[in-house]
């Protein structure tokens, strides 16, 4: 088997978990390399693991995009389904098998296939967490599910499976010589314009649109889509609302650009400045935010904790 080779890379999540806290990226990216090797160094075990655990938030929205899916599916198989229909089928499924995995610890053995969350591994970080938590996740699912049902799916009626674009599990295009991973929710082609979906059941940020425009700029380079002929949504599906942008050459320059520079400021921290080598500077090199309420819902909480309680 050939060696795999950390290549230096950019996501918009990445960049985003790097402009709030250099030491994340220097975990996710670079400690935990290698860390499924069971004969790894301890610190690279742990920071795999680590690296791949899920938390209430982050496992709704994988609920919610399982049961939205499904139910796009069955519409187009001539299928009418309800929000209960969903919510079993779906979505529960997923979210007992992840509750089953992380109380279990099944995800010490291994955690690339069983679900650690955040609540159960940090009890100590979640004092004021309502026990009813978990019926309060299956709540929110089946609100966004009942208005993506409501507001959403009477827009997507005429699109048929052939109109889909299809998205790998690592989608990402070239540019510039750098692999940027962009991996949008639904996207499918209707009268010569790409439509690029994003599903969010959390609350709406600002950076959304541009993360939409890196979408946008996946359709343009790799699959040469002109801007005027690309449409983003957000789909905020707790409020059962949607964010609507045609795309402009303008705003793929901004994206273009906020690559460039972001993976510029990603390379400052690897030695000599070189991302075509990508070996990290010293652990200590990459700053920790001083915001320890970001530190408290941070998966990589332990690795750090004895670092910033010395300081």
């Known amino acids: 088997m050939a060696e795999l080779i950390n ?11 790097f402009e709030v806290c250099r030491r ?20 690279a075990r742990t920071a795999y693991r680590l690296n791949k ?4 938030h982050t496992l709704q929205g994988r609920a919610t995009e399982e049961a939205v ?15 209960d229909e969903a919510y079993e089928t779906a979505a529960r499924p997923l979210l007992n098998g992840a509750w089953k995995q992380s109380k279990s610890g099944a995800w010490r053995a291994d955690p690339k296939r069983n679900v650690c969350l955040h609540e159960h591994y940090y009890p100590e970080l979640h004092p004021d967490l309502d026990p009813k938590w978990p019926e309060f996740l299956k709540e929110h699912v089946c609100l966004c ?16 499976v052939e109109d889909e674009v299809t998205i790998e599990k690592m989608e990402s295009f070239e540019l510039d010589g750098l692999t940027v991973y962009a991996i949008p929710d639904y996207v499918y082609r209707q009268n010569g ?5 994003d599903w969010k059941a959390g609350r709406p940020h600002p950076d959304h649109m541009k993360q939409l425009a ?39 320059d901004e994206a273009r650009a906020l690559i460039v520079e972001s993976s510029m ?36 909480y332990e690795l750090c904790k004895p670092e910033f309680e010395e300081a």
Not at 193 to 197: A, N
Not at 265 to 294: C, F, S, V
Request: proline residues 5%.
């Open 265 to 300: 400021d990603m390379a400052d921290y690897l030695r000599d400045g070189d991302a075509r080598k990508n070996k990290p500077l010293p652990r200590e090199e990459w700053d920790m935010t001083p915001d320890r309420r970001i530190c408290a819902r941070c998966t990589f």
């Open 7 to 17: 290549t230096f890379s950019w996501s918009f999540s990445a960049a985003s978990d």
């Open 145 to 160: 599910v009942r208005n993506f049902m409501e507001t959403v799916l009477p827009r997507l009626a005429e699109v048929r």
């Open 24 to 43: 994340k990226r220097y975990w996710s990216k670079y400690a935990a390399w290698g860390g499924w090797d069971a004969k790894a160094p301890e610190i």
């Open 214 to 252: 890196i979408y946008g700029l996946w359709a343009q380079v790799k699959h040469g889509v002109p801007a005027e002929q690309i449409k983003v949504y957000i789909e905020y599906l707790k409020e059962g609302r949607v964010a609507m942008e045609p795309v402009t050459a303008a705003m793929l």
């Open 193 to 197: 314009d790409w439509h690029i979906h």
């Open 69 to 83: 899916r499904w139910v796009l599916g069955e519409k187009q198989a001539g299928r009418t389904r309800t929000v």
């Open 53 to 56: 655990m899920d938390s209430r």
